[in-house]
Protein backbone atom coordinates (compact mmCIF):
# COMPACT_ATOMS: atom_id res chain seq x y z
CA UNK A 1 0.00 0.00 0.00
CA UNK A 2 2.63 2.57 0.95
CA UNK A 3 4.73 1.61 -2.47
CA UNK A 4 1.72 2.18 -4.51
CA UNK A 5 1.35 5.64 -2.53
CA UNK A 6 5.19 6.69 -3.60
CA UNK A 7 4.88 5.52 -7.03
CA UNK A 8 1.75 7.49 -8.06
CA UNK A 9 2.92 10.57 -6.56
CA UNK A 10 6.34 10.28 -8.44
CA UNK A 11 4.54 9.35 -11.34
CA UNK A 12 2.28 12.70 -11.17
CA UNK A 13 5.95 14.37 -10.88
CA UNK A 14 7.28 12.32 -14.18
CA UNK A 15 4.08 13.64 -15.63
CA UNK A 16 4.64 17.07 -15.52
CA UNK A 17 8.28 16.68 -16.10
CA UNK A 18 7.94 15.09 -19.32
CA UNK A 19 5.05 17.46 -20.83
CA UNK A 20 7.40 20.10 -19.88
CA UNK A 21 10.42 18.25 -21.75
CA UNK A 22 8.10 18.27 -24.66
CA UNK A 23 6.74 21.34 -24.59
CA UNK A 24 3.32 20.60 -23.44
CA UNK A 25 1.47 23.97 -22.21
CA UNK A 26 0.00 24.09 -18.76
CA UNK A 27 -3.63 22.95 -19.80
CA UNK A 28 -2.40 20.05 -21.31
CA UNK A 29 -0.36 18.48 -18.59
CA UNK A 30 -2.80 16.40 -16.61
CA UNK A 31 -5.85 16.40 -18.42
CA UNK A 32 -8.44 18.20 -20.45
CA UNK A 33 -9.83 21.36 -18.78
CA UNK A 34 -13.33 22.17 -19.37
CA UNK A 35 -14.00 25.30 -21.60
CA UNK A 36 -16.09 28.14 -19.93
CA UNK A 37 -18.34 30.34 -21.10
CA UNK A 38 -20.40 33.08 -19.71
CA UNK A 39 -24.04 32.48 -20.30
CA UNK A 40 -25.48 35.40 -18.44
CA UNK A 41 -24.20 38.40 -16.18
CA UNK A 42 -25.33 41.58 -14.70
CA UNK A 43 -26.48 44.16 -16.44
CA UNK A 44 -23.76 46.87 -15.65
CA UNK A 45 -20.82 44.79 -14.58
CA UNK A 46 -18.23 46.42 -12.90
CA UNK A 47 -15.14 47.87 -15.00
CA UNK A 48 -12.02 46.83 -13.70
CA UNK A 49 -8.26 47.13 -15.19
CA UNK A 50 -6.18 43.99 -14.27
CA UNK A 51 -2.60 45.23 -15.26
CA UNK A 52 -0.27 42.32 -16.19
CA UNK A 53 1.71 41.03 -13.08
CA UNK A 54 5.59 41.67 -12.67
CA UNK A 55 6.31 38.34 -14.11
CA UNK A 56 9.40 35.78 -12.22
CA UNK A 57 10.73 33.75 -14.62
CA UNK A 58 11.02 30.99 -14.72
CA UNK A 59 10.03 30.27 -11.29
CA UNK A 60 6.28 31.33 -12.11
CA UNK A 61 6.51 28.63 -15.04
CA UNK A 62 5.30 31.59 -17.53
CA UNK A 63 1.68 31.86 -15.75
CA UNK A 64 -0.21 34.68 -16.18
CA UNK A 65 -1.10 35.54 -13.08
CA UNK A 66 -3.46 38.85 -14.22
CA UNK A 67 -5.11 36.55 -16.79
CA UNK A 68 -6.22 33.69 -13.85
CA UNK A 69 -7.40 36.71 -12.05
CA UNK A 70 -9.34 38.28 -15.03
CA UNK A 71 -10.98 35.13 -16.47
CA UNK A 72 -12.34 34.50 -12.51
CA UNK A 73 -13.33 38.12 -12.53
CA UNK A 74 -15.47 37.66 -15.79
CA UNK A 75 -16.13 34.68 -15.60
CA UNK A 76 -18.49 35.41 -12.12
CA UNK A 77 -20.36 37.86 -15.19
CA UNK A 78 -19.96 40.83 -12.35
CA UNK A 79 -16.87 42.26 -13.89
CA UNK A 80 -15.89 43.80 -17.32
CA UNK A 81 -11.96 43.61 -17.54
CA UNK A 82 -10.54 46.76 -19.70
CA UNK A 83 -8.64 45.21 -22.50
CA UNK A 84 -4.32 45.19 -22.42
CA UNK A 85 -4.21 47.30 -25.45
CA UNK A 86 -6.37 49.78 -24.13
CA UNK A 87 -4.41 50.18 -20.56
CA UNK A 88 -2.93 53.65 -20.28
CA UNK A 89 0.22 52.26 -18.67
CA UNK A 90 1.53 48.72 -17.29
CA UNK A 91 2.77 49.75 -13.32
CA UNK A 92 3.11 46.74 -11.00
CA UNK A 93 3.30 48.78 -7.87
CA UNK A 94 0.81 51.49 -6.72
CA UNK A 95 3.18 54.17 -6.80
CA UNK A 96 2.98 53.59 -10.49
CA UNK A 97 -0.86 54.25 -10.45
CA UNK A 98 -2.06 57.66 -11.71
CA UNK A 99 -5.79 56.84 -10.89
CA UNK A 100 -7.62 60.04 -13.13
CA UNK A 101 -5.80 57.54 -16.12
CA UNK A 102 -7.74 54.79 -15.02
CA UNK A 103 -10.86 56.66 -14.78
CA UNK A 104 -10.38 58.08 -17.81
CA UNK A 105 -9.31 54.49 -18.98
CA UNK A 106 -13.46 53.73 -17.98
CA UNK A 107 -12.32 51.65 -15.03
CA UNK A 108 -13.49 52.02 -11.35
CA UNK A 109 -10.32 49.66 -9.58
CA UNK A 110 -7.61 48.90 -11.19
CA UNK A 111 -5.23 45.87 -9.73
CA UNK A 112 -1.71 45.55 -9.87
CA UNK A 113 0.78 43.24 -8.76
CA UNK A 114 4.13 40.84 -9.07
CA UNK A 115 5.34 37.76 -8.74
CA UNK A 116 8.78 37.36 -6.69
CA UNK A 117 10.60 34.51 -5.40
CA UNK A 118 11.74 34.29 -1.91
CA UNK A 119 14.48 32.80 -0.24
CA UNK A 120 13.05 29.46 0.94
CA UNK A 121 12.28 28.83 -3.00
CA UNK A 122 8.41 29.50 -2.18
CA UNK A 123 7.01 32.19 -4.83
CA UNK A 124 4.99 35.22 -3.08
CA UNK A 125 1.95 36.77 -5.09
CA UNK A 126 1.75 40.63 -4.09
CA UNK A 127 -1.39 42.88 -5.09
CA UNK A 128 -2.74 46.10 -5.21
CA UNK A 129 -6.66 47.47 -5.23
CA UNK A 130 -7.14 50.69 -5.99
CA UNK A 131 -10.40 52.82 -6.11
CA UNK A 132 -9.79 55.12 -9.25
CA UNK A 133 -12.29 57.60 -7.87
CA UNK A 134 -10.74 58.47 -4.71
CA UNK A 135 -6.84 56.63 -5.42
CA UNK A 136 -7.12 55.10 -2.48
CA UNK A 137 -5.71 51.53 -2.10
CA UNK A 138 -8.64 49.19 -0.99
CA UNK A 139 -6.70 46.18 -0.33
CA UNK A 140 -3.01 44.68 -0.20
CA UNK A 141 -2.16 41.28 -0.18
CA UNK A 142 0.51 38.82 -0.37
CA UNK A 143 -0.22 35.12 -0.88
CA UNK A 144 2.62 32.73 -0.81
CA UNK A 145 2.88 28.82 -1.36
CA UNK A 146 5.47 26.59 -3.26
CA UNK A 147 5.43 27.27 -7.08
CA UNK A 148 3.56 24.61 -8.35
CA UNK A 149 1.06 26.53 -6.52
CA UNK A 150 1.07 29.81 -8.52
CA UNK A 151 -2.56 29.07 -9.94
CA UNK A 152 -3.98 29.13 -6.88
CA UNK A 153 -2.64 32.05 -5.54
CA UNK A 154 -4.01 33.40 -8.08
CA UNK A 155 -7.57 32.77 -7.28
CA UNK A 156 -7.08 33.70 -4.12
CA UNK A 157 -5.84 37.01 -5.48
CA UNK A 158 -9.55 36.98 -7.25
CA UNK A 159 -11.23 35.71 -3.67
CA UNK A 160 -9.44 39.02 -1.96
CA UNK A 161 -10.79 41.28 -4.88
CA UNK A 162 -14.21 40.02 -5.19
CA UNK A 163 -14.39 39.88 -1.41
CA UNK A 164 -13.58 43.70 -0.77
CA UNK A 165 -15.79 44.63 -4.27
CA UNK A 166 -18.50 42.47 -3.94
CA UNK A 167 -18.32 41.86 -0.24
CA UNK A 168 -19.16 38.07 -0.55
CA UNK A 169 -15.85 36.18 0.00
CA UNK A 170 -14.98 34.48 -3.41
CA UNK A 171 -14.97 30.86 -4.17
CA UNK A 172 -12.47 31.18 -6.70
CA UNK A 173 -9.70 29.10 -4.82
CA UNK A 174 -11.77 26.33 -4.27
CA UNK A 175 -11.77 22.83 -6.07
CA UNK A 176 -15.26 20.47 -7.72
CA UNK A 177 -15.66 17.21 -8.49
CA UNK A 178 -17.27 15.74 -10.82
CA UNK A 179 -17.86 12.61 -13.61
CA UNK A 180 -16.95 12.53 -17.71
CA UNK A 181 -18.77 9.90 -19.54
CA UNK A 182 -16.64 9.22 -23.10
CA UNK A 183 -18.48 6.73 -25.41
CA UNK A 184 -21.23 5.35 -26.74
CA UNK A 185 -24.27 2.42 -25.02
CA UNK A 186 -22.81 -0.08 -24.60
CA UNK A 187 -18.90 0.64 -24.77
CA UNK A 188 -19.32 4.10 -22.42
CA UNK A 189 -16.40 4.91 -20.11
CA UNK A 190 -16.54 6.89 -16.91
CA UNK A 191 -13.94 9.14 -15.17
CA UNK A 192 -13.96 10.83 -12.06
CA UNK A 193 -12.26 14.05 -12.06
CA UNK A 194 -10.77 16.82 -9.97
CA UNK A 195 -10.32 20.34 -10.86
CA UNK A 196 -10.16 24.13 -9.93
CA UNK A 197 -13.43 25.97 -9.84
CA UNK A 198 -12.30 27.65 -13.25
CA UNK A 199 -11.99 23.94 -14.99
CA UNK A 200 -8.46 24.22 -15.08
CA UNK A 201 -6.15 21.64 -13.59
CA UNK A 202 -8.16 18.53 -14.05
CA UNK A 203 -6.42 15.33 -12.48
CA UNK A 204 -7.86 12.10 -12.91
CA UNK A 205 -9.25 10.57 -9.42
CA UNK A 206 -11.30 7.30 -10.68
CA UNK A 207 -11.13 5.47 -14.66
CA UNK A 208 -13.50 2.63 -15.41
CA UNK A 209 -15.71 0.39 -17.35
CA UNK A 210 -18.43 1.20 -15.11
CA UNK A 211 -20.54 4.11 -13.48
CA UNK A 212 -19.16 6.63 -11.22
CA UNK A 213 -21.39 8.68 -9.63
CA UNK A 214 -22.20 11.11 -6.61
CA UNK A 215 -19.53 12.68 -5.56
CA UNK A 216 -19.27 14.28 -2.06
CA UNK A 217 -16.39 15.98 -0.78
CA UNK A 218 -15.30 15.78 3.13
CA UNK A 219 -15.83 18.80 5.19
CA UNK A 220 -11.66 19.18 4.98
CA UNK A 221 -11.22 18.76 1.16
CA UNK A 222 -8.77 16.33 1.39
CA UNK A 223 -11.58 13.06 0.79
CA UNK A 224 -13.87 12.02 -1.99
CA UNK A 225 -16.87 9.71 -1.28
CA UNK A 226 -18.39 8.03 -4.88
CA UNK A 227 -20.19 5.33 -5.85
CA UNK A 228 -18.35 3.19 -8.29
CA UNK A 229 -19.93 -0.36 -9.71
CA UNK A 230 -16.86 -0.97 -10.48
CA UNK A 231 -17.68 -4.50 -9.18
CA UNK A 232 -21.10 -4.50 -11.55
CA UNK A 233 -22.86 -3.77 -8.29
CA UNK A 234 -22.53 -0.45 -6.20
CA UNK A 235 -20.13 0.32 -3.86
CA UNK A 236 -19.36 3.59 -1.53
CA UNK A 237 -15.81 4.23 -1.61
CA UNK A 238 -13.65 7.37 0.16
CA UNK A 239 -10.61 8.02 -1.70
CA UNK A 240 -7.84 10.59 -0.48
CA UNK A 241 -7.66 13.03 -3.34
CA UNK A 242 -3.86 13.77 -2.66
CA UNK A 243 -2.58 10.47 -3.03
CA UNK A 244 -4.74 8.36 -4.44
CA UNK A 245 -5.23 6.07 -1.29
CA UNK A 246 -9.15 4.56 -1.29
CA UNK A 247 -11.26 2.24 1.16
CA UNK A 248 -14.40 0.54 0.26
CA UNK A 249 -16.88 1.06 3.08
CA UNK A 250 -19.99 -0.56 2.12
CA UNK A 251 -20.32 -2.95 -0.46
CA UNK A 252 -23.65 -4.36 0.77
CA UNK A 253 -26.43 -6.36 -1.00
CA UNK A 254 -28.77 -4.07 -3.14
CA UNK A 255 -28.12 -0.40 -3.41
CA UNK A 256 -25.00 1.49 -1.90
CA UNK A 257 -25.82 4.80 -2.54
CA UNK A 258 -25.95 8.97 -2.34
CA UNK A 259 -22.65 9.31 0.11
CA UNK A 260 -22.84 12.59 2.46
CA UNK A 261 -20.00 13.58 4.76
CA UNK A 262 -21.57 14.92 8.23
CA UNK A 263 -19.99 18.70 8.80
CA UNK A 264 -17.31 16.94 11.09
CA UNK A 265 -16.08 14.72 8.90
CA UNK A 266 -16.12 11.20 10.75
CA UNK A 267 -19.52 9.64 9.47
CA UNK A 268 -21.05 9.46 6.05
CA UNK A 269 -25.10 9.16 5.32
CA UNK A 270 -26.10 6.92 2.58
CA UNK A 271 -28.69 4.69 1.43
CA UNK A 272 -28.39 0.88 1.62
CA UNK A 273 -31.28 -0.96 -0.62
CA UNK A 274 -30.72 -4.38 1.16
CA UNK A 275 -31.70 -7.51 -1.12
CA UNK A 276 -35.14 -7.20 -0.55
CA UNK A 277 -35.02 -3.36 -2.07
CA UNK A 278 -36.37 -0.70 0.51
CA UNK A 279 -34.19 2.07 -0.01
CA UNK A 280 -33.71 3.73 3.27
CA UNK A 281 -30.86 6.33 5.23
CA UNK A 282 -28.28 5.37 6.90
CA UNK A 283 -25.38 7.11 9.04
CA UNK A 284 -21.87 5.11 9.08
CA UNK A 285 -19.48 5.70 11.55
CA UNK A 286 -16.48 6.06 9.77
CA UNK A 287 -14.11 5.28 12.62
CA UNK A 288 -16.23 2.71 14.22
CA UNK A 289 -18.09 1.19 11.06
CA UNK A 290 -21.11 1.52 13.22
CA UNK A 291 -24.51 1.75 10.80
CA UNK A 292 -27.65 3.43 12.30
CA UNK A 293 -30.73 3.54 10.58
CA UNK A 294 -32.30 6.73 10.00
CA UNK A 295 -35.47 6.18 8.06
CA UNK A 296 -37.73 2.83 7.81
CA UNK A 297 -40.09 2.88 5.25
CA UNK A 298 -41.26 0.87 2.13
CA UNK A 299 -40.68 3.65 -0.04
CA UNK A 300 -37.44 5.12 -1.65
CA UNK A 301 -35.19 7.28 0.69
CA UNK A 302 -32.70 8.51 -0.50
CA UNK A 303 -29.85 11.52 -1.34
CA UNK A 304 -29.52 12.47 2.84
CA UNK A 305 -27.41 15.91 3.26
CA UNK A 306 -26.40 17.11 6.49
CA UNK A 307 -27.68 20.69 7.66
CA UNK A 308 -24.40 22.28 8.54
CA UNK A 309 -24.80 21.91 12.31
CA UNK A 310 -24.67 17.76 11.79
CA UNK A 311 -27.99 17.61 13.90
CA UNK A 312 -30.73 16.10 10.69
CA UNK A 313 -30.88 15.39 7.40
CA UNK A 314 -32.60 16.39 4.35
CA UNK A 315 -33.56 13.64 2.21
CA UNK A 316 -36.11 12.86 -1.22
CA UNK A 317 -38.53 10.71 -0.54
CA UNK A 318 -41.51 9.70 -2.57
CA UNK A 319 -43.70 8.32 1.00
CA UNK A 320 -46.65 10.30 -0.24
CA UNK A 321 -46.58 9.50 -3.57
CA UNK A 322 -44.47 11.71 -5.73
CA UNK A 323 -40.77 12.29 -4.47
CA UNK A 324 -40.31 15.48 -2.26
CA UNK A 325 -37.74 16.88 0.48
CA UNK A 326 -38.01 15.77 4.20
CA UNK A 327 -35.74 16.55 7.27
CA UNK A 328 -35.33 14.01 10.26
CA UNK A 329 -33.02 13.91 13.16
CA UNK A 330 -29.29 12.66 12.11
CA UNK A 331 -28.99 10.67 15.50
CA UNK A 332 -32.25 8.14 14.68
CA UNK A 333 -35.35 7.38 15.49
CA UNK A 334 -36.86 10.77 14.74
CA UNK A 335 -39.96 11.24 12.81
CA UNK A 336 -40.01 12.48 8.94
CA UNK A 337 -41.22 16.69 8.55
CA UNK A 338 -42.03 17.47 4.93
CA UNK A 339 -39.93 20.73 3.78
CA UNK A 340 -41.27 20.93 0.24
CA UNK A 341 -44.66 21.71 -0.97
CA UNK A 342 -44.93 22.91 -4.35
CA UNK A 343 -44.90 20.89 -7.25
CA UNK A 344 -45.42 17.24 -7.22
CA UNK A 345 -41.16 16.43 -8.59
CA UNK A 346 -38.62 17.84 -5.96
CA UNK A 347 -35.28 15.78 -5.32
CA UNK A 348 -31.66 16.10 -4.20
CA UNK A 349 -31.27 18.53 -1.54
CA UNK A 350 -28.82 19.94 -0.50
CA UNK A 351 -28.34 23.21 1.65
CA UNK A 352 -26.12 25.71 1.92
CA UNK A 353 -23.05 26.52 4.31
CA UNK A 354 -25.21 28.96 6.51
CA UNK A 355 -28.27 26.75 6.60
CA UNK A 356 -30.26 29.33 5.17
CA UNK A 357 -31.39 27.85 1.39
CA UNK A 358 -31.93 24.67 0.14
CA UNK A 359 -31.15 23.93 -3.33
CA UNK A 360 -33.16 20.75 -5.24
CA UNK A 361 -34.11 19.56 -8.47
CA UNK A 362 -37.72 20.24 -9.57
CA UNK A 363 -40.27 19.70 -12.07
CA UNK A 364 -41.03 23.31 -13.58
CA UNK A 365 -43.97 22.78 -16.50
CA UNK A 366 -42.48 19.26 -17.33
CA UNK A 367 -38.72 20.22 -17.61
CA UNK A 368 -36.12 19.39 -14.56
CA UNK A 369 -35.30 22.38 -12.58
CA UNK A 370 -32.91 23.70 -10.36
CA UNK A 371 -34.63 25.83 -7.70
CA UNK A 372 -33.72 27.04 -4.29
CA UNK A 373 -35.80 27.37 -1.06
CA UNK A 374 -35.77 29.83 1.42
CA UNK A 375 -36.03 27.82 4.61
CA UNK A 376 -37.44 30.54 6.80
CA UNK A 377 -40.23 31.43 4.71
CA UNK A 378 -40.58 28.66 2.47
CA UNK A 379 -40.32 30.73 -1.11
CA UNK A 380 -38.99 29.10 -3.96
CA UNK A 381 -37.21 30.63 -6.74
CA UNK A 382 -36.27 28.10 -9.98
CA UNK A 383 -33.18 29.22 -10.72
CA UNK A 384 -31.75 27.21 -14.05
CA UNK A 385 -33.79 27.59 -17.74
CA UNK A 386 -32.83 23.73 -19.10
CA UNK A 387 -34.86 20.99 -19.95
CA UNK A 388 -32.47 17.95 -17.98
CA UNK A 389 -30.82 20.31 -15.38
CA UNK A 390 -29.37 17.82 -11.96
CA UNK A 391 -27.63 17.67 -9.05
CA UNK A 392 -26.89 21.12 -7.88
CA UNK A 393 -24.87 21.70 -5.76
CA UNK A 394 -23.45 25.01 -3.58
CA UNK A 395 -20.25 26.47 -3.70
CA UNK A 396 -18.51 26.96 -0.04
CA UNK A 397 -19.88 30.86 0.21
CA UNK A 398 -23.50 30.02 -0.50
CA UNK A 399 -23.99 32.95 -3.76
CA UNK A 400 -23.44 30.08 -7.08
CA UNK A 401 -24.59 26.90 -7.48
CA UNK A 402 -23.13 24.20 -10.22
CA UNK A 403 -25.29 21.77 -11.52
CA UNK A 404 -25.37 19.38 -14.77
CA UNK A 405 -27.71 20.07 -17.88
CA UNK A 406 -28.12 18.54 -21.17
CA UNK A 407 -28.16 20.47 -24.20
CA UNK A 408 -28.14 19.11 -27.80
CA UNK A 409 -27.88 15.43 -25.90
CA UNK A 410 -24.64 16.56 -24.41
CA UNK A 411 -24.16 16.91 -20.61
CA UNK A 412 -22.61 20.10 -19.67
CA UNK A 413 -22.14 21.81 -16.26
CA UNK A 414 -23.31 24.98 -15.75
CA UNK A 415 -23.06 27.76 -12.92
CA UNK A 416 -25.67 29.66 -11.60
CA UNK A 417 -25.88 33.04 -9.06
CA UNK A 418 -28.37 32.26 -6.36
CA UNK A 419 -29.99 35.82 -7.01
CA UNK A 420 -30.20 34.35 -10.39
CA UNK A 421 -28.41 37.23 -12.33
CA UNK A 422 -25.07 35.58 -13.64
CA UNK A 423 -24.59 32.31 -15.16
CA UNK A 424 -21.77 30.14 -16.77
CA UNK A 425 -21.28 27.39 -18.80
CA UNK A 426 -18.39 24.63 -18.57
CA UNK A 427 -18.02 21.94 -21.46
CA UNK A 428 -15.59 19.33 -21.34
CA UNK A 429 -13.69 19.08 -25.05
CA UNK A 430 -15.74 15.66 -26.04
CA UNK A 431 -17.62 13.34 -24.16
CA UNK A 432 -20.32 14.13 -21.49
CA UNK A 433 -19.71 15.75 -18.11
CA UNK A 434 -22.45 15.53 -15.08
CA UNK A 435 -22.66 15.24 -11.25
CA UNK A 436 -20.69 17.62 -10.20
CA UNK A 437 -19.99 18.53 -6.26
CA UNK A 438 -18.32 22.35 -5.15
CA UNK A 439 -15.49 21.69 -3.05
CA UNK A 440 -15.03 23.40 0.55
CA UNK A 441 -12.65 26.40 1.07
CA UNK A 442 -9.03 25.59 1.23
CA UNK A 443 -7.67 25.70 4.52
CA UNK B 1 13.26 -4.02 -8.82
CA UNK B 2 10.99 -0.94 -8.04
CA UNK B 3 14.45 1.14 -9.91
CA UNK B 4 13.32 -1.23 -12.77
CA UNK B 5 9.97 -0.45 -12.36
CA UNK B 6 10.33 3.46 -12.21
CA UNK B 7 12.92 3.48 -15.26
CA UNK B 8 9.79 1.33 -17.46
CA UNK B 9 7.59 4.30 -16.27
CA UNK B 10 9.91 6.69 -17.41
CA UNK B 11 10.09 5.79 -20.40
CA UNK B 12 6.25 4.77 -20.87
CA UNK B 13 5.89 8.55 -19.96
CA UNK B 14 7.98 9.88 -22.40
CA UNK B 15 7.09 8.10 -25.36
CA UNK B 16 3.69 8.37 -24.50
CA UNK B 17 4.08 12.60 -23.82
CA UNK B 18 6.03 12.14 -26.91
CA UNK B 19 2.48 10.97 -28.54
CA UNK B 20 0.68 13.45 -27.23
CA UNK B 21 2.77 16.30 -28.04
CA UNK B 22 2.68 14.95 -31.81
CA UNK B 23 -0.94 14.51 -31.18
CA UNK B 24 -1.31 18.11 -31.10
CA UNK B 25 -2.22 18.42 -27.05
CA UNK B 26 -5.52 18.26 -28.31
CA UNK B 27 -7.82 15.79 -27.63
CA UNK B 28 -6.61 12.73 -25.04
CA UNK B 29 -4.15 13.69 -22.59
CA UNK B 30 -1.69 10.90 -20.83
CA UNK B 31 -3.91 8.88 -18.55
CA UNK B 32 -2.65 9.77 -15.25
CA UNK B 33 -1.80 6.88 -12.80
CA UNK B 34 -4.66 4.83 -11.14
CA UNK B 35 -5.32 5.19 -7.73
CA UNK B 36 -4.08 2.64 -5.66
CA UNK B 37 -6.33 -0.49 -5.08
CA UNK B 38 -8.39 -0.98 -1.89
CA UNK B 39 -6.80 -0.72 1.18
CA UNK B 40 -9.36 -3.04 2.86
CA UNK B 41 -12.60 -4.96 0.70
CA UNK B 42 -14.18 -5.29 4.23
CA UNK B 43 -17.16 -5.46 2.46
CA UNK B 44 -16.55 -7.96 -0.63
CA UNK B 45 -16.34 -5.78 -3.19
CA UNK B 46 -14.58 -6.63 -6.38
CA UNK B 47 -12.04 -4.78 -9.35
CA UNK B 48 -12.97 -5.48 -12.42
CA UNK B 49 -13.77 -3.08 -14.39
CA UNK B 50 -11.78 -0.03 -12.76
CA UNK B 51 -8.20 0.97 -12.73
CA UNK B 52 -6.91 -1.89 -15.15
CA UNK B 53 -7.14 -3.38 -11.64
CA UNK B 54 -6.55 -7.21 -11.13
CA UNK B 55 -9.43 -8.95 -13.24
CA UNK B 56 -8.51 -12.46 -11.02
CA UNK B 57 -9.68 -10.48 -8.34
CA UNK B 58 -13.37 -10.68 -8.98
CA UNK B 59 -14.02 -14.08 -7.83
CA UNK B 60 -14.93 -14.32 -3.79
CA UNK B 61 -17.64 -11.31 -3.03
CA UNK B 62 -20.36 -11.74 -0.19
CA UNK B 63 -22.85 -11.66 -3.33
CA UNK B 64 -20.58 -14.00 -5.36
CA UNK B 65 -18.43 -13.78 -8.00
CA UNK B 66 -20.66 -11.47 -11.16
CA UNK B 67 -18.73 -13.19 -13.91
CA UNK B 68 -21.17 -13.53 -16.61
CA UNK B 69 -21.99 -16.35 -19.11
CA UNK B 70 -23.68 -16.71 -22.18
CA UNK B 71 -26.16 -18.47 -20.17
CA UNK B 72 -29.61 -20.54 -21.49
CA UNK B 73 -30.61 -19.17 -25.42
CA UNK B 74 -33.39 -21.58 -25.87
CA UNK B 75 -37.00 -20.25 -27.26
CA UNK B 76 -37.64 -17.11 -24.89
CA UNK B 77 -34.97 -17.30 -22.79
CA UNK B 78 -32.60 -15.79 -25.94
CA UNK B 79 -34.70 -12.25 -24.62
CA UNK B 80 -32.72 -10.99 -21.98
CA UNK B 81 -34.51 -7.47 -21.18
CA UNK B 82 -37.97 -6.90 -19.83
CA UNK B 83 -39.38 -3.09 -20.96
CA UNK B 84 -40.89 -0.97 -18.03
CA UNK B 85 -43.73 1.89 -18.62
CA UNK B 86 -43.13 6.07 -17.31
CA UNK B 87 -42.63 5.47 -13.37
CA UNK B 88 -43.69 2.24 -13.55
CA UNK B 89 -42.41 -0.96 -12.05
CA UNK B 90 -45.20 -3.19 -13.30
CA UNK B 91 -44.28 -5.86 -15.45
CA UNK B 92 -46.59 -6.39 -18.01
CA UNK B 93 -47.15 -7.68 -21.54
CA UNK B 94 -44.28 -9.62 -23.50
CA UNK B 95 -42.13 -8.99 -20.10
CA UNK B 96 -44.77 -11.50 -18.10
CA UNK B 97 -43.87 -14.43 -20.36
CA UNK B 98 -40.17 -13.72 -20.65
CA UNK B 99 -40.30 -13.70 -16.91
CA UNK B 100 -41.95 -16.55 -16.68
CA UNK B 101 -39.23 -18.26 -19.16
CA UNK B 102 -36.42 -17.45 -16.72
CA UNK B 103 -38.16 -18.20 -14.01
CA UNK B 104 -38.89 -21.74 -15.01
CA UNK B 105 -34.94 -22.34 -16.16
CA UNK B 106 -34.17 -20.92 -12.74
CA UNK B 107 -36.10 -23.03 -10.78
CA UNK B 108 -35.55 -26.06 -13.01
CA UNK B 109 -31.33 -25.30 -12.50
CA UNK B 110 -30.72 -24.56 -9.16
CA UNK B 111 -27.11 -24.31 -9.72
CA UNK B 112 -27.79 -21.49 -12.06
CA UNK B 113 -27.30 -17.29 -11.28
CA UNK B 114 -28.40 -14.74 -12.31
CA UNK B 115 -28.09 -10.46 -11.76
CA UNK B 116 -30.91 -8.41 -12.38
CA UNK B 117 -30.36 -4.82 -13.52
CA UNK B 118 -32.25 -2.57 -13.07
CA UNK B 119 -32.46 0.61 -15.10
CA UNK B 120 -34.51 4.38 -15.89
CA UNK B 121 -34.77 6.71 -18.33
CA UNK B 122 -32.30 9.70 -17.91
CA UNK B 123 -35.50 12.19 -16.68
CA UNK B 124 -34.95 13.57 -12.81
CA UNK B 125 -32.70 12.92 -10.56
CA UNK B 126 -29.85 10.55 -10.32
CA UNK B 127 -30.06 9.25 -6.72
CA UNK B 128 -33.51 8.89 -6.65
CA UNK B 129 -33.50 7.23 -10.25
CA UNK B 130 -31.33 4.02 -8.53
CA UNK B 131 -34.39 3.88 -6.11
CA UNK B 132 -36.18 3.34 -9.06
CA UNK B 133 -34.17 1.42 -11.06
CA UNK B 134 -33.94 -0.83 -7.93
CA UNK B 135 -37.22 -1.35 -8.21
CA UNK B 136 -37.78 -2.77 -10.97
CA UNK B 137 -34.98 -4.96 -10.74
CA UNK B 138 -36.93 -6.23 -7.69
CA UNK B 139 -40.47 -6.62 -9.04
CA UNK B 140 -38.63 -9.13 -11.30
CA UNK B 141 -36.91 -10.54 -8.47
CA UNK B 142 -39.98 -11.33 -6.40
CA UNK B 143 -41.95 -12.50 -9.65
CA UNK B 144 -38.91 -15.12 -9.87
CA UNK B 145 -39.09 -16.06 -6.05
CA UNK B 146 -42.84 -16.47 -6.65
CA UNK B 147 -42.31 -19.09 -9.60
CA UNK B 148 -39.81 -21.09 -7.18
CA UNK B 149 -36.55 -19.46 -7.97
CA UNK B 150 -34.31 -19.59 -5.03
CA UNK B 151 -32.85 -16.28 -3.24
CA UNK B 152 -29.39 -17.71 -3.59
CA UNK B 153 -29.80 -17.58 -7.34
CA UNK B 154 -30.20 -13.63 -7.51
CA UNK B 155 -28.03 -11.18 -7.38
CA UNK B 156 -30.08 -7.54 -7.98
CA UNK B 157 -28.60 -3.87 -9.36
CA UNK B 158 -29.77 -0.38 -10.25
CA UNK B 159 -27.96 1.54 -12.87
CA UNK B 160 -30.89 3.91 -12.40
CA UNK B 161 -30.34 6.14 -15.32
CA UNK B 162 -26.23 5.47 -15.73
CA UNK B 163 -26.17 3.03 -18.61
CA UNK B 164 -28.55 3.99 -20.96
CA UNK B 165 -28.92 1.17 -24.02
CA UNK B 166 -30.18 3.91 -26.37
CA UNK B 167 -28.27 7.43 -25.91
CA UNK B 168 -30.90 9.00 -27.63
CA UNK B 169 -33.23 11.73 -25.99
CA UNK B 170 -36.23 11.08 -27.32
CA UNK B 171 -39.52 8.81 -25.74
CA UNK B 172 -38.40 6.41 -28.53
CA UNK B 173 -34.98 6.11 -26.43
CA UNK B 174 -36.49 6.22 -23.34
CA UNK B 175 -38.58 3.19 -23.79
CA UNK B 176 -35.57 1.50 -24.65
CA UNK B 177 -33.51 2.56 -21.17
CA UNK B 178 -36.66 1.67 -18.43
CA UNK B 179 -35.77 -1.77 -18.56
CA UNK B 180 -34.75 -5.15 -16.57
CA UNK B 181 -31.76 -6.40 -18.12
CA UNK B 182 -31.48 -10.54 -17.18
CA UNK B 183 -27.92 -11.30 -16.67
CA UNK B 184 -26.27 -15.11 -16.42
CA UNK B 185 -23.62 -15.37 -14.14
CA UNK B 186 -21.38 -18.48 -14.05
CA UNK B 187 -23.00 -21.31 -11.67
CA UNK B 188 -22.04 -21.40 -8.40
CA UNK B 189 -23.41 -23.92 -5.73
CA UNK B 190 -26.87 -25.24 -6.07
CA UNK B 191 -29.01 -23.48 -4.20
CA UNK B 192 -30.65 -24.59 -0.73
CA UNK B 193 -34.33 -25.98 -2.26
CA UNK B 194 -36.78 -23.42 -1.10
CA UNK B 195 -38.68 -24.88 2.07
Not at chain 1, 375 to 391: C, M, N
Request: hydrophobic share 40%.
Amino acid sequence: MPYRIKASRSRTWLLLVAAAVFGCGAACTVYAALQIEITSGVRDPIPIAIVPFAPDSPADGGLDVAGVVQHDLEGSGRFRALPRERMPSTPTRVEGVTASDWKAAGSDYVVVGRVATLENGALAVDFDLINTLTGARLASQRFTGPPSALRNAAHRVSDAIYQKIVGVRGAFATRIAYVSVDGTPPAQHYQLIVADADGENAHLILDSRFPIMSPAWSPDGQWLAYVSFESKLSGVYVQLVRTGERRLVSARAGINGAPAWSPDGRKLALTLGGSNGNPDIYVLDLGTQALTRITDDPSIDTEPEWTPDGRSLFFTSDRAGSPQIYEVSASGGGRPKRITFEGNYNARPRVSADGTQLAMVTLDGGNYRIAVQDLASGAVRVLSHGHLDESPSFAPNGATLIYSQREAGRGSLATVSVDGLTGLRLKAQQGAVRDPAWGPFGT
Amino acid sequence: MAEQRSINRVLALLVAAAMLTLAGCGSKPVKPPPPAAPAESNAGALSEGANGANAANAGGGALGSQEETAGPQAGLLATRVIYFDFDSAVIQGAGVDVLAAHAKYLAANPQARVRLEGNTDERGSREYNIGLGDRRAQAVRRGMLLQGVAEGQITTVSYGEERPADPGHDEAAWAKNRRVEIVYLTPGQPAAPKP
